[in-house]
């Protein structure tokens, strides 16, 4: 049984930073990333990193926040610096099994004030 368990979510300011993190058990991961969905929006793709270590990022956080991982541990990290208000959201943990299937956290929220 998959199990994804995030954490690191939270309340800033703008300009402040957050570290979110997601351990991840019960399969072989093909890729692990990070989405987000703000109030009244599609989700959107923040963050995908391979097993391999290529990494994706959305326009809109690329230079401010990066995507790691330990293949070791199945633990994937999203260091969110200078954050927004627009950066408000719930993220969700999402990974790809060896075998194509995908995979969600229950989700943190961020929450950036102004």
């Known amino acids: 049984q998959v199990q994804l368990v995030e954490s690191g979510g939270g309340l800033v300011q703008a300009g402040d930073s957050l570290r979110l993190s997601c351990a991840a058990s019960?399969?072989?991961?093909?890729?692990m990333g990070w989405y987000r969905q703000a109030p009244g929006k599609q989700r959107e793709l923040v963050a995908t990193?391979?097993?391999?270590?290529?990494?994706n990022y959305a326009d809109s956080v690329k230079g401010r926040f990066t995507i790691s991982r330990d293949n070791a541990k199945n633990t994937v990290s999203l260091q969110m610096n200078s954050l927004k208000p627009e950066d408000t959201a719930v993220y969700y943990c999402?990974?790809?099994?060896?075998?194509?299937?995908?995979?969600w956290g229950q989700g943190t929220q961020v929450t950036v004030s102004s």
């Open positions: 999402q990974t790809t099994s060896m075998w194509a299937r995908d995979y």
């Open positions: 019960g399969s072989i991961f093909r890729s």
């Open positions: 990193i391979s097993s391999s270590g290529y990494t």
